[in-house]
């Protein structure tokens, strides 16, 4: 199993901006995506920002524009730069990533514990 830590939320007035990290403890043996997702109380979880196989990304309607995705994979980190902030992005911020950890290993969701970005002024 491999370990997902996030990092870089906090509290930002609107039209501010943050950058989130999702480190992995580990490299994956391969990847078929991965990306950001969010959930607000009493909402279900929605995707934000996707990288797919083939490497071509998926924004929600909603922050597309505002938000960036990015991928360093020498560090085994996966960003999302938030910029133009809303009280409407305000959520747990999850990152994922759905892959294998070795050769013969089952296709798996791996999550991070989540980080609280709050947008208010």
């Known amino acids: 199993q491999v370990q997902l830590v996030e990092s870089g939320g906090g509290l930002v007035q609107p039209g501010g901006s943050l950058r989130l990290s999702c480190a992995a403890s580990?490299?994956?043996?391969?990847?078929?995506?991965m990306g950001w997702y969010r959930q607000a109380p009493g909402k279900q979880r929605e995707s934000v920002a996707i990288?797919?196989?083939?490497?071509?990304?998926v924004f929600a309607d909603s922050v597309k524009g505002r938000f960036t995705i990015s991928r360093d994979n020498a560090k085994n980190t996966m960003y999302l730069q938030m910029n133009s902030l809303k009280p409407e992005d305000t959520a747990v911020y999850y990152c994922?990533?759905?892959?294998?950890?070795?050769?013969?290993?089952?296709?798996?969701?791996?999550w991070g514990q989540g980080t609280q970005v709050t947008v208010s002024s």
């Open positions: 580990k490299s994956f043996f391969s990847i078929n995506a």
């Open positions: 994922n990533v759905r892959g294998r950890t070795s050769l013969l290993g089952n296709l798996n969701d791996y």
């Open positions: 990288i797919r196989s083939d490497s071509a990304t």
